[in-house]
């Protein structure tokens, strides 16, 4: 049998699962490790209602 796979990465993580499948994955950075991703990108979180946190919501049962 010829194996017919060609690298589409130049770097991969490896990773096994518990049947002893072996996975690649093309190895990407985090982008929120990325200075430029952070710096360009509004990371707050604010409710979707508008306004800041109360503290005081009630859940539903």
């Known amino acids: 049998m010829r194996n017919n796979i060609k690298p589409m990465a130049n770097e991969y993580d490896v990773f096994q699962d518990r049947n002893g499948v072996i996975m690649f994955y093309p ?3 985090n ?3 990325d200075d430029n991703f ?3 990108h509004n990371l707050r979180q604010s409710e979707e209602f508008g306004g800041p946190l109360i503290g005081k919501e009630k859940l539903d049962d």
Request: no cysteine; aromatic share 22%.
């Open 31 to 33: 982008p929120f490790y």
């Open 38 to 40: 952070i710096q360009s």
């Open 27 to 29: 190895k990407r950075k």
